[in-house]
């Protein structure tokens, strides 16, 4: 096992990482500056309906009163 190889692969993904992150924070202040306080509530809605649309979304199962791990179960049971 090259280690220093490893160890350079895991430092690019890092990097890369970091880049996106900042990258992100960037344009979330950028739109936070354009957007007026009625866009930003929209915009918030949507964003809370599109991660819910997702498969595993903790605000559904917070709101229902389970946890992400017993909803896993529950949807495992109804799939079978």
């Known amino acids: 096992m090259d280690v220093e190889l490893i160890n350079g692969l895991i430092d690019q993904k890092y990097e890369v990482k970091k880049k996106k992150s900042k990258a992100l924070v960037s344009a979330c202040a950028t739109l ?31 709101k229902k009163g389970k946890s992400k791990k017993n909803s896993r179960v529950d949807r495992k049971k109804r799939d079978r």
């Open 32 to 62: 936070r500056t354009v957007l007026t306080d009625d866009q930003k509530k929209k915009m918030k809605e949507i964003w809370k309906k599109e991660k819910c649309d997702k498969k595993e979304c903790s605000l559904k199962d917070k």
